[in-house]
C-alpha cells in the first residue's frame, strides 16, 4: 500500500487477554518504530526495528510486552494477559533509513481498549 | 520526569492570524527538534523540524524557533487557517544517541476559527 497500515483500527479486550496489533510498513522501509500514546499523553517510544540488527526494546514497559518483525516486513506487537492501564492508541511508523523525521511515516493506530 | 513540555493543553485563534505553540525542554542533550501535526483517527505527520546549530527554521507559513540557552522552541504559523487545526506534538531527539528514539509533549490542540 501507499502508507503504514495498522490492523485491527480498534480492539475492545478483556482483561487478562492476549492481543496481538499489526503492523505494515511502507514497502522497501527498513526501519520500523513503535509508539503508544495514552490518554492525556505524548507519544512514548517502545521498540525499535532496523534491518537485520538487534532491536532496541528499552521502550517496552514490562515483559508482557513483545514484537516481532517477519522478514524484514511486517510487525506485529504482542501483549500477554493485558491490563487496564495497557489502554492507548499504539502507532507504528516507518522510514527507509534511521532518521526519525520527514522519512518516517506514521500509521493512523491501533486503539486498545482494556475493559 | 517529562523531559518535553508543551503546557498549553489548546489554543483558539481566528482565522488569518498568528499561532504561537510553545515547548519546553530539560534534557540538555537534546539537538533536533521537530513538530508533528496530528489530525483525529489519523497518525502524526510531520511538520518541520530545526536542529540546535540553528535558532529559525521557516518553511512556508510555518517557522520554527530555537532558544538553546532557555530551552525553549516555539511554532509560529502565519497566517493560520481553519485546516490547520489538529493536536500539535513537540518532539526531541539525541543525533549523538539513538536519534531514532524520540520524546514528545504532550501536544497542543489548536483551533483556527473561520
Known amino acids: 500500500g501507499a502508507g503504514v497500515s495498522q490492523s485491527p483500527s480498534n480492539k475492545v479486550t478483556e482483561k487478562g487477554k492476549d492481543v496481538e496489533l499489526r503492523c505494515d510498513p511502507i514497502?522497501?522501509?527498513?526501519?520500523l518504530y513503535w509508539y503508544r500514546q495514552s490518554l492525556g499523553q505524548g507519544l512514548e517510544f517502545l521498540i525499535y526495528?532496523?534491518?537485520?540488527?538487534?532491536?532496541?526494546k528499552s521502550g517496552l514497559p514490562s515483559d508482557r510486552f513483545s514484537a516481532e518483525r517477519t522478514g524484514g516486513s511486517v510487525s506485529t506487537l504482542t501483549i500477554q494477559r493485558t491490563q487496564q492501564e495497557d489502554s492507548a492508541v499504539y502507532l507504528c511508523?516507518?522510514?527507509?533509513?534511521?532518521?526519525?523525521?520527514?522519512?518516517?511515516?506514521f500509521g493512523q493506530g491501533t486503539r486498545l481498549t482494556v475493559v | 520526569d517529562q523531559q518535553v513540555k508543551q503546557n498549553s493543553p489548546s489554543l483558539s485563534v481566528q482565522e488569518g492570524r498568528i499561532s504561537i505553540l510553545n515547548c519546553d525542554y530539560t534534557n540538555s542533550m537534546f539537538d533536533y527538534f521537530l513538530w508533528y501535526k496530528k489530525y483525529p483517527a489519523e497518525g502524526p505527520t510531520f511538520l518541520i523540524s530545526?536542529?540546535?546549530?540553528?535558532d529559525k527554521n521557516e518553511d512556508g507559513r510555518f517557522t520554527v524557533f530555537l532558544n538553546k540557552s532557555a530551552k525553549h522552541l516555539s511554532l509560529h504559523i502565519v497566517p493560520s487557517q481553519p485546516g490547520d487545526s489538529a493536536v500539535y506534538f513537540c518532539?526531541?531527539?539525541?543525533?549523538?544517541?539513538?536519534?531514532?528514539?524520540?520524546?514528545f509533549g504532550k501536544g497542543t490542540l489548536l483551533t483556527v476559527n473561520p
Open positions: 530545526i536542529s540546535s546549530i540553528k
Open positions: 518532539a526531541a531527539s539525541n543525533s549523538g544517541g539513538s536519534n531514532y528514539k524520540l520524546t
Open positions: 511508523a516507518s522510514s527507509l533509513n534511521t532518521q526519525m523525521n520527514t522519512e518516517a511515516f
Open positions: 526495528f532496523q534491518g537485520n540488527s538487534a532491536p532496541d
Open positions: 514497502s522497501g522501509h527498513t526501519a
